[in-house]
């Protein structure tokens, strides 16, 4: 090896002011360039020092190739300049160049350091590849960085990651003194491989060693929550976070947000988001998103409209949001309006935005400008595939909906349970009980597919439309799993074509059982007894939702005009118009009444 000459005093009076120079840091990746360009001009080119600096601001700019050709350059690279190599190469995404880059670092005779080793770990994570993850693990025991805390986080990182768990732990157990980012690690290995109870239990055992968990940690924990449904646990930890004066973290707390919302408590998630001092457009997504997924599409809109006011702009995922609530509402003028503040590339280029679109001219009606919007994809997965299979069977286009179905196969996409939900509802509205049966049956047969509670629902409501009410009867008892109301539900509703009062007496037992404080349900059973002049069983109804207290819900409906989105309840006299509305009905009413229209009053309560 070369003995590089001492350094003179006018080329270290160079190098300070260049040293400067870099430290005043760079506006633009062709200033970066233009001073490299004089640290060139004055012979310093194989400056590592000052080398060192332009490679790691050259990372700032995400410009991995001119790093590779400054690198490439430098006739005697020492260990720093590898490591901020693998390390800029890791922070910008481009793990097989890291490891490519790790390989020449080892051929040309370096030996890694506490430096080196969670950066190429890192790399060797996220590409799963494990086999040259164990090999780096036997080579940071043999140089003595196996009690190195942060190489040690890194090897438990790679065992979770590649989900060998048992061995994650074992890393962790061996660390003698853990710190946040090490607890971080084996929670989130946990939370990886759907373990979500104990990912919560270790951050009982981090908090009782009395290290204070970072933001991240906390966010991870809550999706802990979130992915079980456990309210109570969330509730527990947002005490905590509150002690802790972390609630102030946008976030945290608009992770808060959604965990609330995800577990269904809208009061509580509104209550978090209210309390946010500087809400950020993630926040306000996230509140939006759990508006709609809770079914209440009005509050989502509403504060849709004032995320406007406030002239926060919305991401894509905001606009899902507020397409999916568009579509509950039937607001197709408010949905496209919503839909042009986002890029329209956007749409197209990105598979769940372009999904939500697709949901919302279908359900709404106009397939003409769901198709366009389908045929305009760039990426269609199967989950894009679903909507528009689905779309075509809810509107009648039962035969093209099978046609694509064909299409989905011959291009190598596995259908799943909800690429068969759409052809069995498109079944149902076309009265298709022998194709409904064979789609069926090929779940299991052909594609390997266990049909779940809702395909069941499919079929009975299928069977029990066509008028085979036996036969869907017989399929509910034969079901692997417990019926659930969605299933009666659709039982009762073919109860209600066929007029078979004897079989809605038994399905509307069964619905109470299930939904003892659904009021429609009792209402429906006293409307039966009623009808059979049973007034003794329809007077007990009536006083058992009076004992309970369950008081019949008013029905209610949305309308949109010129982009306003209007609701009504039964009877209620709020809207402006009300009285113009009222007077419009009994002008209708009465005019139906000439032409010889008969209310049916046998099933009103």
């Known amino acids: 090896m070369r003995m590089q000459s001492r350094p003179t005093y006018p080329s270290m009076s160079k190098g300070l002011e260049i040293k400067k120079l870099i430290l005043q840091g760079f506006n633009s990746f062709r200033h970066l360039k233009h001073v490299h360009a004089h640290i060139l001009r004055l012979s310093l080119c194989q400056d590592n020092y000052l080398l060192n600096m332009i490679l790691r601001y050259s990372f700032d700019f995400s410009d991995t190739n001119y790093t590779r050709l400054v690198f490439h350059q430098i006739k005697q690279p020492n260990i720093f300049l590898w490591n901020t190599m693998i390390r800029g190469l890791v922070s910008n995404d481009c793990f097989e160049d890291a490891v490519e880059f790790y390989s020449l670092m080892r051929s040309e005779g370096f030996l890694p350091n506490n430096f080196t080793f969670p950066f190429v770990l890192k790399a060797c994570a996220r590409l799963l590849d494990l086999q040259l993850g164990v090999k780096i693990h036997t080579l940071v025991v043999k140089a003595g960085f196996d009690y190195d805390v942060f190489v040690k986080t890194s090897l438990v990182c790679l065992y979770a990651k590649c989900g060998f768990l048992e061995n994650a732990h074992k890393v962790f157990d061996d660390i003698p003194e853990k710190n946040v980012v090490s607890w971080t690690a084996i929670i989130s290995g946990y939370i990886g491989v759907g373990k979500s109870r104990e990912a919560i239990d270790m951050f009982r055992r981090l908090l009782e060693t009395n290290l204070v968990p970072d933001s991240f940690t906390v966010v991870r924990v809550l999706s802990a929550c979130t992915q079980l449904g456990d309210i109570n646990c969330g509730e527990w930890i947002h005490k905590w976070i509150m002690e802790m004066g972390m609630v102030r973290n946008v976030f945290v707390a608009t992770t808060l947000v959604d965990m609330y919302a995800k577990c269904g408590n809208m009061g509580k ?337």
């Open 269 to 605: 998630a509104r209550g978090v988001f209210d309390g946010i001092p500087e809400k950020d457009m993630v926040t306000w997504g996230a509140m939006i998103q759990g508006y709609a997924l809770n079914e209440l599409p009005k509050e989502a809109m509403d504060l849709f409209l004032q995320m406007q006011r406030e002239n926060v702009k919305p991401d894509c995922y905001t606009v899902v949001g507020v397409l999916s609530a568009c579509t509950r509402l039937g607001a197709l003028e408010l949905g496209e309006w919503a839909s042009g503040l986002v890029d329209r590339n956007e749409f197209l280029c990105n598979p769940v935005v372009g999904t939500a679109l697709i949901d919302l001219y279908a359900k709404c009606g106009n397939m003409a400008r769901a198709w366009e919007v389908f045929k305009g994809m760039k990426e269609k997965d199967r989950v894009v595939w679903n909507a528009i299979i689905s779309g075509l069977a809810m509107n009648g286009y039962v035969k093209i909906s099978f046609g694509l179905f064909g299409q989905v196969e011959k291009i190598g996409i596995k259908p799943d349970g909800n690429t068969f939900i759409g052809l069995l509802c498109g079944c149902t509205h076309a009265g298709l009980v022998d194709e409904g049966m064979q789609y069926f049956n090929s779940m299991d047969r052909v594609f390997s597919l266990t049909p779940t509670v809702e395909h069941y629902g499919c079929m009975v409501d299928l069977l029990g439309r066509a008028g085979l009410l036996d036969e869907a009867l017989q399929m509910i008892r034969n079901m692997p799993m417990e019926a659930n109301a969605i299933v009666w539900g659709a039982l009762l509703g073919a109860c209600w074509i066929h007029r078979d009062t004897q079989l809605a007496e038994l399905v509307l037992k069964q619905l109470i059982e299930l939904e003892p404080w659904n009021s429609g349900n009792y209402v429906l059973l006293s409307n039966i007894y009623s009808t059979n002049l049973k007034w003794d069983e329809a007077a007990k109804i009536r006083l058992s939702m009076n004992e309970k207290g369950i008081q019949k819900s008013p029905g209610c409906s949305w309308i949109e005009v010129d982009g306003i989105v209007h609701e009504f309840l039964v009877g209620d006299k709020y809207h402006p118009l009300s009285e113009k509305i009222y007077a419009k009905l009994d002008e209708l009413t009465k005019k139906m009444k000439v032409a010889g229209y008969i209310p049916t009053t046998g099933y009103v309560l």
